[in-house]
């Protein structure tokens, strides 16, 4: 669905501004609805920015990292608890579990040893895990959060040594391949921005180096587009089963460490950064190389996102992320997703769970029990607030799938007659009047 006419003169405006104060050759900003690139909003002429020009991804290759290794655990060869030893043996930092290095929970220090990795040629993972030992933590796990370039290029190592494939091939099997992204590359491909760096007194520009970073382009090596990184955007918003299951894209954006401790408005989950901004949560992730910056922006309940990109170094601090984050705000605030359509059930509910719906109490308060018939769920409502979903798993025995009582047993409780007389949730037993001792 396109945006509004006004929306788009938003965006527009607000990408113009961003690159003119930030001096960068060449910006684009692209908003992402319902699985479809639907607005590109453009600015700077080296090069003119379209939908098929290659840009570096920088850090937003790691989603795509933690995505392999999320597919590794759903199939059973790997658990995030699993220490890096088991995987990558005599590294000095083998306690160190996989969920912590996702999250930038394991204190890892942020960089390999050696020149800065992101400027020259790494070398193969036997260079990178030969600087590796004890002395590269820099705090005990969970102590801060600590993000860590090298925590991504040890997981690289991880998953070729599990699948015996190398990571890039293995990303375009597993990802690329299977969602269509074409134009996303492990080297630059034409047509591809050159990345610069901009004086700062004469605004000239200096063209920067296109590394190979080896071992660790686990954590920063791909090059993208427009096109291919809207169609990342959508997949974070409502993943393709072929290509990771939906509650594990769930369980991906549920903080592993808050990055603002302060103020708690962001933080990492496993691969992806989280970004709350008012009452909403966006996830995704930034990216940086010599030369390139780029963002990533997705709220999933709306399956809105906004993806972006820049050929300027300089636009790295405060720019390019804090561009995406008030492009996506000013989408949502100006069009609301509509409500789904109310639709009246076609069917009764099975007497058994007839029997269940309606007003139950405890201690004076109200619960209410609807049936949604098209989910075959229990929805659970306090004082008229949606709470929690049961789902059944099996006679008079319910588990809750949402909301605090996610994870809970919901219990029918009869009487003689075989009546349900009570409702034992965790423990706690309704009943159908407020009279009645639980």
Request: hydrophobic residues 40%.
């Amino acid at each position: 669905m396109s945006l509004l006419p006004e929306t788009t003169r938003q965006v527009d405006a607000l990408v113009a501004a961003a690159q003119s104060a930030g001096r960068t050759p060449s910006l684009l900003v692209g908003v992402v609805r319902d699985g479809a690139l639907t607005h590109l909003a453009t600015a700077g002429e080296h090069p003119r920015p379209d939908a098929d020009l290659q840009y570096r991804l920088g850090s937003i290759s790691k989603t795509m990292t933690a995505t392999l290794v999320m597919q590794e655990r759903d199939a059973g060869r790997l658990a995030l608890d699993d220490p890096l030893e088991k995987h990558l043996p005599d590294t000095g930092v083998g306690a160190l579990t996989l969920r912590q290095l996702l999250g930038h929970a394991s204190g890892l220090r942020r960089e390999p040893d050696g020149q800065w990795w992101e400027r020259a040629e790494v070398g193969d993972l036997a260079t990178v895990l030969a600087g590796v030992g004890a002395e590269k933590i820099a705090y005990p796990p969970h102590r801060v959060y600590h993000y860590s370039n090298l925590a991504y290029g040890l997981l690289g190592g991880v998953l070729e040594r599990i699948t015996g494939t190398p990571w890039a091939e293995l990303l375009r099997q597993r990802v690329l391949e299977p969602l269509g992204m074409r134009r996303t590359t492990y080297a630059a491909t034409e047509p591809f921005a050159r990345g610069y760096v901009v004086h700062p007194w004469h605004d000239t520009l200096r063209e920067e180096p296109r590394t190979d970073t080896g071992a660790m382009a686990p954590a920063g090596q791909l090059w993208s587009t427009a096109e291919d990184l809207a169609r990342w955007a959508a997949f974070l918003a409502d993943p393709a089963p072929q290509v990771l299951a939906a509650g594990t894209l769930t369980e991906m954006c549920v903080p592993v460490s808050i990055s603002d401790v302060d103020s708690w408005t962001g933080g990492h989950g496993l691969g992806l950064e989280l970004y709350r901004q008012g009452e909403r949560v966006y996830v995704g992730h930034g990216g940086s190389m010599p030369g390139y910056v780029a963002a990533l922006a997705v709220h999933r309940p709306s399956r809105t996102g906004v993806i972006g990109f820049a050929n300027s170094y300089g636009f790295r601090t405060g720019g390019i992320g804090g561009l995406a984050l008030r492009v996506l705000t000013t989408v949502l605030d100006a069009e609301p997703a509509f409500p789904q359509p109310w639709r009246p059930a076609t069917t009764a509910p099975p007497a058994e769970v007839d029997e269940v719906t309606g007003r139950w109490w405890w201690m004076g308060a109200s619960l209410d029990v609807t049936w949604d018939a098209a989910r075959g769920e229990l929805v659970v409502y306090v004082r008229g607030e949606r709470v929690s979903v049961f789902v059944p798993e099996g006679p008079d025995r319910w588990r809750g799938r949402s909301g605090p009582e996610n994870g809970e047993i919901l219990s029918v409780l009869r009487d003689e007659a075989g009546r349900a007389v009570a409702l034992d949730i965790a423990t706690f037993v309704f009943t159908r009047t407020p009279d009645q001792e639980p």
